[in-house]
T-cell receptor, first 111, second 112 residues
Framework: EDKVVQSPLSLVVHEGDTVTLNCSYEVTNFRSLLWYKQEKKAPTFLFMLTSSGIEKKSGRLSSILDKKELFSILNITATQTGDSAVYLCAGKETSGSRLTFGEGTQLTVNP | KAGVTQTPRYLIKTRGQQVTLSCSPISGHRSVSWYQQTPGQGLQFLFEYFSETQRNKGNFPGRFSGRQFSNSRSEMNVSTLELGDSALYLC???WGQGKTQYFGPGTRLLVL
């Protein structure tokens, strides 16, 4: 059975800190790893990673995938209170659109 | 471009009843997937529809069913509701199978 594990489950930091969120996966016929941010509503798409070792970057957020070690990290630099949310990672198999989600990391950024 | 829309946004039902939830994908998107989100189990895949055909199904009982119409809009139905069906039901659309999925705001279902 496919499995995605995120750590830590919860993280509290101060504004300006840098955080690293971890995601390990076991997905049969793995195709890509996705990161979403969920506040009190729909998950919003952040990144999709397909190739190993290539960093994707969007503003203060960046992510990288290691297909040999089966993990991904999401970095957020200079955190802001608006970054407070649950960050979800999901593995996708080759065929179809099924996503297997991890439990999520609850990030709280205090002023 | 409008995002994924789901109706209704909130719903209260009693055990044994049935419910139908609706999802309208982003214009041009042909694939619709449904997920159930609960505090205990997180986000779990229900099923995926593409071109009016169910392409993939998660590990949920037969009480959970769905369909997709020719305009790509999708509905999911849960029959004989149980307390454990209380959850946020999320719909996601993508322009094709395997492409990036964009989520709707969800329907929060409470079963009493």
């Amino acid at each position: 059975e496919d499995k995605v594990v995120q750590s830590p489950l919860s993280l509290v930091v101060h504004e300006g800190d840098t955080v690293t969120l971890n995601c390990s996966y076991e997905v049969t016929n793995f195709r890509s790893l996705l990161w979403y941010k969920q506040e009190k509503k729909a998950p919003t798409f952040l990144f999709m990673l397909t190739s190993s070792g290539i960093e994707k970057k969007s503003g203060r957020l960046s992510s990288i995938l290691d297909k040999k070690e089966l993990f991904s990290i999401l970095n957020i630099t200079a955190t802001q209170t608006g970054d407070s949310a649950v960050y979800l990672c999901a593995g996708k198999e080759t065929s179809g659109s099924r996503l297997t989600f991890g439990e999520g990391t609850q990030l709280t950024v205090n002023p | 471009k409008a995002g994924v829309t789901q109706t209704p946004r909130y719903l209260i039902k009693t055990r044994g009843q049935q419910v139908t939830l609706s999802c309208s994908p982003i214009s041009g998107h042909r694939s619709v997937s449904w997920y159930q989100q609960t505090p205990g189990q997180g986000l779990q895949f229900l099923f995926e529809y593409f071109s009016e055909t169910q392409r993939n199904k998660g590990n949920f009982p037969g009480r959970f069913s769905g369909r997709q119409f020719s305009n790509s809009r999708s509905e999911m139905n849960v029959s004989t509701l149980e307390l454990g069906d209380s959850a946020l039901y999320l719909c996601a659309s993508s322009w094709g199978q395997g492409k990036t999925q964009y989520f709707g705001p969800g329907t929060r279902l409470l079963v009493l």
